[in-house]
């Protein structure tokens, strides 16, 4: 996949049920200020993000958004 896009197949096996599935997932990322840009575009007035729920940290893995309109 092209930069800013991952991929991961995921399967989930229902044993009692004797079902399984194989998933695709496929998600686009961006930068923190588009996602902020686009929060503001739709009214959002508290915007507030964190690292594993820590100070915003630009090299985790995550961010967690915490907004209010």
């Known amino acids: ?5 991952i991929s991961h197949r995921v399967q989930i096996d229902d044993f ?4 399984h599935v194989l998933e695709t997932h496929e998600q686009v990322t961006m930068r923190v200020e588009q ?3 686009l929060l503001e575009k739709a009214h959002f ?5 964190y690292s594993d729920f820590k100070t ?4 985790d893995d995550r961010v967690i958004f ?4």
């Open 66 to 69: 915490v907004v209010k309109k």
């Open 56 to 59: 915003y940290n630009e090299n």
């Open 45 to 49: 007035k508290h915007i507030e993000y």
């Open 35 to 37: 996602y902020i840009e």
């Open 16 to 19: 009692e049920n004797d079902e």
């Open 1 to 5: 996949m092209g930069e800013g896009k």
